[in-house]
């Protein structure tokens, strides 16, 4: 028994660790466009990233609901030391994928890393049979269409801007766009903060489960209240090297880009939000930019550096499985 909760402790305490990581290399994403127009100084657009993120984070719980269940089913996990291990051997998996692409300043999603994390530690456990499989292909589906759904919003949004605005000066409507950001900027972390926290809270949640420390899968509200603090501490130290992949090398943003690209952005993460789906706000930040910069030139656009994002997200989801099933196996030895 003390072993057990020794392990959840263990989880809990890397799932923060995870969450703490998340602040600083996805949330850079939800403020790229605003500090990269200069619409906010940089202390100040972290400031509000995190307080928003710590508000959307602590509103909505049923993404996190879904990732406790939709990958693996803890219920179905007969030894409570197995269940654990998995949980465990996820977030090691995670974190360490998380830092390696932040360290190399390449917007990879999270989301990504901790499901096929899951999903890998799961197999390497239980074999294939592990996997829900029905809950997993839902999940993944929502990871493939969101981003087609951001690009295709973020070109209809800039078009419309365009053609309203096609009559304002050039200087005039940029400034008050760049007052316009600090809204959408806002927006943009408290949708982060319903979605990205929530997973989080479903691997925690998932644990608790596995060791029989709850009975059903509901979300504790210290979970929650803890989630959304590890998450906006984790804002608090930036992430400069994915807010200059993000501003700068994708296209050269402005105002009115930048206001078309967060409120695109945002639209599609509170719609998966609402249904109770993860995305990989990753994804659909930087997919809403590629939209908003091919809506106004497509040669503006870095596809280059877009080839390289896009290859990331590819691989992101089997080598972390991969890594996770390896990391199982030390851990099945270790422990």
Do not use: C
Not at 69 to 78: A, L, M, R, T, Y
Not at 252 to 265: E, F, R, W, Y
Not at 272 to 288: D, M, Q, Y
Request: proline share 2%; no cysteine; charged share 10%.
């Amino acid at each position: 028994m003390e072993s057990l909760f020794a392990l959840t402790l263990m989880i809990v305490f890397l799932a923060f660790t995870f969450d703490f990581i998340n602040g600083f290399h996805d949330t850079a994403n939800t403020i790229a466009t605003s500090v990269s127009t200069r619409a906010l100084r940089p202390r100040a657009a972290i400031i509000l990233a995190g307080a928003m993120n710590f508000l959307g984070a602590i509103t909505f719980t049923g993404v996190a609901q879904t990732i406790s269940k939709g990958v693996i089913d803890p219920f179905s996990i007969k030894d409570e030391t197995t269940g654990l291990m998995i949980v465990m051997a996820a977030l090691i998996s995670a974190i360490l994928w998380n830092l390696a692409t932040w360290y190399l300043g390449i917007p990879s999603s999270s989301s990504h890393a901790i499901i096929g994390s899951l999903a890998g530690a799961g197999i390497s456990a239980l074999g294939f049979g592990a996997l829900n499989y029905t809950g997993f292909l839902e999940i993944f589906e929502a990871l493939i269409i969101s981003p087609i759904a951001a690009i295709t919003i973020g070109f209809i949004v800039m078009k419309l801007f365009t053609f309203l605005f096609r009559n304002f000066s050039l200087v005039k409507t940029n400034q008050r766009f760049r007052l316009f950001q600090i809204f959408t900027a806002a927006l943009q972390s408290f949708a982060h903060g319903t979605n990205d926290a929530q997973k989080t809270m479903g691997i925690i949640t998932m644990a608790l489960v596995a060791s029989n420390y709850l009975t059903k899968v509901e979300i504790p509200m210290w979970v929650r209240i803890a989630a959304g603090i590890a998450m906006a501490m984790g804002t608090s130290l930036g992430g400069w090297r994915i807010i200059h992949t993000v501003g700068s090398k994708i296209m050269k943003i402005q105002p009115i880009n930048g206001a078309a690209a967060d409120l695109s952005s945002a639209t599609i993460i509170f719609g998966f939000t609402f249904i109770h789906f993860p995305v990989s706000t990753t994804h659909v930040i930087t997919s809403s930019i590629l939209g908003v910069g091919s809506a106004e030139r497509v040669k503006g656009v870095n596809w280059g550096m877009a080839l390289n994002i896009v290859i990331t997200w590819v691989i992101t989801l089997p080598s972390t499985a991969l890594v996770a099933a390896f990391i199982y196996r030390i851990l099945n030895w270790v422990l």
